[in-house]
T-cell receptor, first 112, second 110 residues
């Protein structure tokens, strides 16, 4: 089985711009979660989608949003980028009913 | 404040030595997982423990879940350079929400 894929792998944006990241889960996985990882804060949960519905949400501002499509692929969007949004954004999928996360390689976002 | 506290934050040892990483919380978890992350990659699941007092062995790695399901430890015997990485513990509260510790960066020197 192919693993979780994320595109793009690297992204450079400037403050005020918006960005969309994409994630394709492992085949058969219907739950997709997004995390932000920074040296200072570690791995922080953004949100989780299951069957196209947001099931859980972390403590992030409304500038961070996501969606899931009928094929379980997911996108997350960050609007009005700030310098502090520079991070590794990780997507993870899980088995139906499972909590173990299978991570993609991440998208490294740099905001200048 | 992290729900899960990991210690130490950094660990540097010589190849062949043993090491232990700790993961502690005041919360009870339905399950606890350990992941290893290498630079430029996403975390990779090593093990899941679900029963209080459970001990799981994965070759040179031994994982233990506390009796009260609030803490866990990871012990590596005869560390190798390939064990270098960021070790993360993650606790599940209920079925869906997962909280991660800040991680322990392990460096094994040749």
């Amino acid at each position: 089985k192919a693993g979780v894929t994320q595109t793009p792998r690297y992204l450079i944006k400037t403050r005020g711009q918006q960005v969309t990241l994409s994630c394709s889960p492992i085949s058969g996985h219907r739950s997709v979660s997004w995390y932000q990882q920074t040296p200072g804060q570690g791995l922080q949960f953004l949100f989780e989608y299951f069957s196209e519905t947001q099931r859980n949400k972390g403590n992030f501002p409304g500038r961070f949003s996501g969606r899931q499509f009928s094929n379980s692929r997911s996108e997350m969007n960050v609007s009005t980028l700030e310098l502090g949004d520079s991070a590794l954004y990780l997507c993870a999928s899980s088995h139906p009913g499972g909590v173990e996360q299978f991570f993609g390689p991440g998208t490294r976002l740099t905001v200048l | 404040t992290q729900l899960l506290e990991q210690s130490p934050q950094f660990l540097s040892i010589q190849e062949g030595e043993n090491l232990t990483v700790y993961c502690n919380s005041s919360s009870v978890f339905s399950s606890l997982q350990w992941y290893r992350q290498e630079p430029g990659e996403g975390p990779v699941l090593l093990v899941t423990v679900v029963t209080g007092g459970e001990v799981k062995k994965l070759k040179r790695l031994t994982f233990q879940f506390g009796d009260a399901r609030k803490d866990s430890s990871l012990h590596i015997t005869a560390a190798q350079t390939g064990d270098t990485g960021l070790y993360l513990c993650a606790g599940a509260v209920g079925d869906y929400k997962l909280s991660f510790g800040a991680g322990t960066t392990v460096t094994v020197r040749a």
